[in-house]
């Protein structure tokens, strides 16, 4: 085993994960982020998705190495079992198996919440480069989502044009009497 624990994001976390996230918006083009958002723009998209949604994060000896969450996949009221997804591992621990372990979390409490469509919004090379690979969209298809649509050229970064992916997968059943989603009212507050 490799003693890591899935848990919920907690206050001090903060830093950490932005560490995570800043090595893609600085190295990558797995977000189309161009800087680093500040600590406290970043406490404020955490508060934000973590009033309704889980946010999680997946620890090892102490250490956080990756967190994903989900959040409103639109605003009106007819999208509200659907949900986009999303994840971040240090990236030296990808391919460790603790991301499908968090994944795995994520989606276990988003189904009994009532969330029924999970997608991903992924960017995607043409041609695989030094800013970005296929592995999310790999990664996205061995957790069992499925491409569900794609955008040419819409983002620019590095001096170069990504595209950008859906991805999804139905967790739940679509039945015509829906009962409502619960959403995270008890989360901790971050």
């Known amino acids: 085993m490799d003693g ?6 907690q206050a001090k976390d903060a ?5 995570i996230y800043a090595y893609y918006v600085l190295n990558t083009a797995i977000t189309f982020e161009y800087d680093v958002p500040s600590l406290p723009e970043f406490r404020r998209r955490i508060e934000n998705i973590s009033e ?3 946010y ?16 409103p996949f639109r605003n009106r009221a007819a999208y509200g079992w659907s949900c986009e997804t999303t ?4 990236h030296n621990f990808q391919k460790s198996g603790m991301g499908r372990r968090l ?3 994520l989606e276990n409490r ?4 009532g969330i029924l469509n999970m997608y991903a919004c992924i960017a995607y090379p043409q ?9 999310s969209a790999e990664f996205h298809e061995h957790m069992g989502f499925a491409k569900i649509g794609e955008f040419h050229k819409c983002g620019y970064k590095s001096c170069r044009w990504y595209d950008m992916i859906w991805m999804e997968k139905i967790i739940g059943r679509h039945i015509e009497d829906q009962p409502p989603v619960i959403f995270n009212i008890s989360a901790p507050k971050p």
């Open 15 to 19: 830093e950490r994960i932005l560490e």
């Open 103 to 105: 994944y795995e979390e």
């Open 127 to 135: 041609e695989e480069d030094r800013y970005l690979t296929k592995n």
């Open 56 to 71: 999680l994060v997946i620890e090892q000896n102490g250490t956080v190495r990756g967190y994903a969450y989900a959040a």
């Open 52 to 54: 309704r949604f889980p």
């Open 4 to 9: 890591s624990t899935v848990r919920n994001l």
């Open 87 to 90: 994840i971040y591992m240090d």
């Open 110 to 113: 988003l189904q009994k919440m």
